[in-house]
């Protein structure tokens, strides 16, 4: 069975940071490649980074500099590292794992920023 899991969410104050994580299982990890997404309400899903299995990573423009991707085969684990969290960055994040037509995502995780 597949689980993406995500945590590390939470409310924290402009500029602040967050380190979210995703765990997964299920899948060999090492082989595919992994993004998180993040939903706003009233707003469509929207990539905010991805790192391939290769290890090459792409962030949206309104993040760069501010966040980074990694990830840990060896604990078949992705983070998300945000620093100088704006208000527009309050979403519900989510985790992907992309590999051929296997596509899952996890349950998402909510990163509220917020004075």
């Known amino acids: 069975q597949v689980q993406l899991v995500e945590s590390g969410g939470g409310l924290v104050q402009p500029g602040g940071s967050l380190r979210l994580s995703c765990v997964t299982s299920?899948?060999?990890?090492?082989?595919?490649?992994m993004g998180w997404y993040r939903q706003a309400p009233g707003k469509q899903r929207e990539v905010v980074a991805l790192v391939a299995n290769n290890l090459l990573t792409t962030y949206v423009d309104s993040v760069k500099g501010r966040f980074t991707i990694s990830r840990d085969n060896a604990k078949n684990t992705m983070y998300l590292q945000m620093n100088g969290l704006k208000e527009e960055d309050t979403a519900v994040y989510y985790c992907n794992a992309l590999w051929g037509k296997n596509n899952y995502w996890g349950q998402g995780t909510q990163v509220t920023v917020s004075s």
């Open positions: 299920g899948i060999i990890f090492r082989v595919y490649n």
